[in-house]
């Protein structure tokens, strides 16, 4: 079992940045791959960021890259989400996500993710 606990969402305005925490208990935190995702009012969950075990290889959703950072600290059971220049579209529960898995790289589909955290409310104002 591994449970998740994210922190960090408020209410910023465009333009602003916020990072979101995701710590991790339960488990070995160094054998999962970690995911950040996001859901919107009346739309569906989508994926925001993913990091492989080791912190080596990094994802982004296309909507999201080069302004959203994914880094993880194994030795505080933690990855984190260093959101920039925030835009009224990142309005969402932002979720994090683990994998149990030996395999290198990391995973965009949230059906392959094993264990999810209750969410935390970004809003971005304009």
């Known amino acids: 079992q591994v449970q998740l606990v994210e922190s960090g969402g408020e209410l910023v305005q465009a333009g602003g940045s916020l990072r979101l925490s995701c710590a991790a208990s339960?488990?070995?935190?160094?054998?999962?791959?970690m995911g950040w995702f996001r859901q919107a009012p009346g739309k569906e969950r989508d994926f925001v960021a993913a990091i492989s075990i080791g912190g080596g290889s990094t994802y982004y959703a296309d909507s999201v890259k080069g302004r959203f950072t994914i880094f993880r600290d194994n030795a505080k059971n933690t990855v984190y989400l260093q959101m920039n220049s925030l835009k009224p579209d990142d309005t969402a529960v932002y979720y994090c996500?683990?994998?149990?898995?030996?395999?290198?790289?990391?995973?965009?589909?949230?059906?392959?993710?094993?264990?999810w955290g209750q969410g935390t409310q970004v809003t971005v104002s304009s």
């Open positions: 996500a683990a994998q149990i898995t030996t395999r290198l790289g990391v995973s965009r589909k949230s059906d392959e993710y094993d264990y």
């Open positions: 339960g488990r070995t935190f160094s054998s999962t791959r």
